[in-house]
């Protein structure tokens, strides 16, 4: 069946570092691919998206790039913040045609000053 | 004006109990979800319904019971709540081609 895998965490870095977030997933047909955050105690947002093969989804100064010959979906920034401290999903929307997310099982990112 | 919203926010019952949690979106959107999110953060979607009907019933015991009196609102219903069932449950709608719209949550802690 259709899956998604992260790196684990927690990735821990100092402010103004680069950041990626790996993400694979494996499916059948065409799926979407969402990045969503969670900061603590929320619920989650969604970060960015991509809908097709070299999509390019961006939002806040993060980005990630759909990528089917690798199928790959890496959330990337250039310099984190204190305030970028949270958990991040990797997600594919099922193609079955209800729109069911099937989520990575997350990665915590901890930036310090 | 809150997309999606759920009560309780926080929830503590003991073995045994029966509780139910509330969603309610005015978004508009046909669709609605369960997610339930486990103490090491993962997530997984429990069920779904479009316009009142029941369309994703995953692998869940059926002690867990969904509602759907309209399109608006999703309900879920625990009886004989177990240790095992504490976790943070996540409403959520979304409408085609539109993507999702999360709720805050509802942390439920079963003693």
């Known amino acids: 069946g259709n899956s998604v895998t992260q790196m684990e965490g927690p990735v821990t870095l100092s402010e103004e570092a680069f950041l990626t977030i790996n993400c694979t997933y494996t499916a059948t047909g065409y799926p979407s691919l969402f990045w969503y955050v969670q900061y603590p105690g929320e619920g989650l947002q969604l970060l960015l998206k991509?809908?097709?093969?070299?999509d390019k989804g961006s939002n806040k100064g993060f980005e990630a790039t759909y990528r089917k010959e690798t199928t790959s979906f890496h959330l990337e920034k250039g310099s984190v913040q204190v305030s970028d401290s949270a958990v991040y999903f990797c997600a594919l929307s099922d193609s079955g045609g209800y729109n069911k997310l099937i989520f990575g099982a997350g990665t915590r990112l901890a930036v310090h000053p | 004006d809150t997309a999606v919203s759920q009560t309780p926010k926080y929830l503590v019952t003991q073995m045994g109990n029966d509780k139910s949690i509330k969603c309610e979106q005015n978004?508009?959107?046909?669709?609605m979800y369960w997610y339930k999110q486990d103490s090491k953060k993962f997530l997984k979607i429990m069920f779904s319904?479009?316009?009142?009907?029941?369309?994703i019933n995953e692998t869940v015991p059926n002690r867990f019971s969904p509602k759907s009196p309209d399109k608006a609102h999703l309900n879920l219903h625990i009886n004989s709540l177990e240790l095992g069932d504490s976790a943070v449950y996540f409403c959520?709608?979304?409408?085609?081609?539109?993507?999702?719209?999360f709720g805050s949550g509802t942390r439920l802690t079963v003693v």
């Open positions: 959520a709608s979304s409408q085609e081609n539109r993507g999702y719209t």
């Open positions: 319904y479009n316009n009142k009907e029941l369309i």
């Open positions: 991509a809908t097709k093969a070299d």
């Open positions: 978004l508009g959107h046909d669709t």
